[in-house]
């Protein structure tokens, strides 16, 4: 019988996505390569994602709720909670 979700494995969620959306939306990368990637995907849909770290870590919390979660329903709960910690995170941890 399923328990529910591990919240070890929820926080470390968190702080994964957290991490993987700042690289991508805040950060230039080792050898400036993330970057480089973001000026060239431009300012269509992919380049604007890529600015926004509130919209990007919506979609880096898909494959993490997915892998949490063992039903649909389950997953649709889990997935935006998991970007709203990592949203918080990122206020938290933003200068101001």
């Given at each position: 019988m399923n328990n529910g979700?591990?919240?070890?494995w929820f926080w470390l969620s968190v702080l994964a996505i957290?991490?993987?959306t700042h690289l991508l939306s805040q950060e230039d990368g080792p050898f400036d390569l993330v970057i480089?990637?973001?000026k060239q995907l431009g300012h269509g849909f992919f380049g604007?994602?890529?600015d926004c770290f509130f919209c990007l870590s919506i979609?880096?919390?898909i494959p993490f709720a997915i892998g949490l979660c063992d039903t649909w329903l389950e997953g649709i709960v889990v997935?935006?909670?998991?970007?709203g910690?990592?949203?918080l995170l990122f206020l938290f941890s933003s200068k101001k």
């Open positions: 979700i591990d919240i070890t957290w991490r993987v480089r990637f973001r604007d994602l890529l979609w880096v919390a997935w935006p909670a998991l970007s910690a990592a949203c």
